[in-house]
């Protein structure tokens, strides 16, 4: 399993919520100085500014995506 969606799967997100997916690019998030991955908690008060993010994939350059929330 890919390393980066383990947390997802022991988390029970894929499975209950989400089908096995394999990702394509690497996606970063960062509140000010702090980059958040899954399945790393961070307090409220942290996320009071808009995270900064940043879609690694030099072929995907010129694509558009959605980042979802719910």
């Given amino acids: 399993m890919a390393r980066s969606v383990e947390p997802l ?3 029970k997100v894929i499975g209950d919520v989400l089908d096995m997916f394999i990702p394509t690019v690497e996606i970063a998030v960062c509140y000010g100085s702090r980059q958040v991955a899954n ?3 961070i307090k409220p008060s942290a ?3 808009r995270p900064r993010l940043q879609i690694h994939d030099a072929r995907l350059s ?3 995506y959605t980042l979802v929330e719910f």
Avoid: I, K, L, P
């Fill in 9 to 11: 799967a022991v988390g």
């Fill in 62 to 64: 010129n694509q558009f």
């Fill in 47 to 49: 996320t009071v500014d």
């Fill in 39 to 41: 399945g790393c908690e």
